[in-house]
């Protein structure tokens, strides 16, 4: 399914490193970066609409769809897209699959839960917050929006990780698929805009967590009144 490209952020498409994109993440992280997806399908009740942001080959996806939850991804990237087709129809699993702008994407009903996996990270500090809030409306009142990305630095190794992950970052930055930014607490910036931590998932040495999962209740009508 095709959607139109119409906002300043639909320019982050990963077409171009759909072939190795996994293969990349997987020996990066060693693996830490599927543990940090794959933990959030825990708190996805059985039955749950599920909306992927920026799903990219959606290995998390296609594993959703195989515990039955009804999901809907979406992507600049067509190639990409194409990808996650294939691996769903390898396993003989349905989806709703869009090749589209998540900025523009206006469904007729809100989802139960929203993912946006090493997807913020993509945007500069300054248009960070605004996708968050804006795709976070996706989330019908009570759901959950789940986030797993980089994790904030602290502690004696900080420095360490904190070259480890810009070291990551750099390299989609020079080719023009992130921008450079702050390592992004997501559970603090999310806080302070009304949402509630309901869990939070580090992965890597207990002494420098390197990825991380949050899942977020977003606020309702009534608290942004």
Known sequence: MEQPQTTKFAKRDY???ATFYDVIARLWSFGLIRKSKMVELDYMPAGSRVLFLGVGTG???VEAAARGLKVTTIDLAGRMTRRLDRALAARGLKATTITGDAMTYEPAERFDVVCGNYFFNLFASGDMEQVLLRTSR???PGGRMMIADMAPQSGLLA????LYLK?????FWVLG???QHPIYDYADIASKHGFRVEAMHDFGPSSMPLYRAVVLVPPGPEETA
Do not use: D, K
Request: hydrophobic content about 50%; aromatic content about 14%.
């Open 159 to 162: 420095p360490f990780g904190w």
């Open 59 to 61: 290995e998390e996806a």
């Open 138 to 140: 996706l989330v019908r």
């Open 15 to 17: 077409t171009h490193v």
């Open 177 to 179: 698929l992130a921008s």
């Open 167 to 171: 070291a990551g970052l750099s390299f």
